[in-house]
C-alpha cells in the first residue's frame, strides 16, 4: 500500500470500484470519476485548515467551481480500490486551483488527475470576490510546484 504522507499531500477520500461503475468496455466509465473527485474536493478544504463554513462566517464567501479538468491515465476495474489525495497548485486573485490524484490504494498505480479551479463568490452580490487574506496565509504552505 503506497503511503502518501510523504508526499505532503493530504488524503482525501477512499473509494471502491463497483461493476455498477463499468461501461461497455469492462472498465470504470468516466461519469463515475467526477463524484469521487467532486466529494473528495469537498474534504480538501477542511483537511487544510479552511473550512467552508468558516469562510462564510468569518469572510462572507465561499466558492464555486469554474473548471475541472480530468485527466484518464489507467484504467479501473471492478474490485480495485484507490485513494484520491490532493494539494493547492495556483492561488490568484479572485481564485485558486488543486490537483487531486486518484491512486491505486495497493499499487500505487496513478489512474487519473483532477484539476478544478475554484473561485470565491459573494452570495450577496452574486459576483465573484477577493480571495480573503486568511485563506491565503492557511493555503500557502500547501502549495505544489507544477
Do not use: C
Not at 44 to 71: D, F, R
Not at 82 to 87: E, K, Q, R, S
Not at 93 to 112: N, P, V, W
Amino acid at each position: 500500500m503506497p503511503d502518501l504522507r510523504q508526499s505532503g499531500r493530504p488524503e482525501l477520500l477512499r473509494g471502491v470500484v463497483h461493476p455498477w461503475h463499468h461501461d461497455i468496455f469492462g472498465h470504470m466509465n468516466v461519469r463515475h470519476y467526477a463524484p469521487f473527485f467532486d466529494d473528495a474536493s469537498f474534504f480538501l478544504y477542511t483537511t487544510l485548515n479552511i473550512p467552508i463554513s468558516w469562510m462564510m462566517e468569518e469572510h462572507g464567501v465561499h466558492i464555486v467551481s469554474a473548471k475541472a479538468e480530468t485527466n484518464f491515465i489507467q484504467e479501473l476495474k471492478a474490485g480495485d480500490s484507490f485513494i484520491i489525495d490532493g494539494a493547492a497548485r495556483r492561488l490568484g486573485g479572485k481564485s485558486m486551483t488543486f490537483h487531486l490524484r486518484m491512486i491505486h490504494a495497493e499499487t500505487g498505480a496513478l489512474h487519473a488527475t483532477y484539476d478544478l479551479t475554484e473561485v470565491f463568490f459573494d452570495p450577496k452580490t452574486r459576483k465573484s470576490a477577493p480571495m480573503p487574506e486568511a485563506v491565503r496565509t492557511r493555503l500557502t504552505p500547501h502549495l505544489i510546484a507544477d
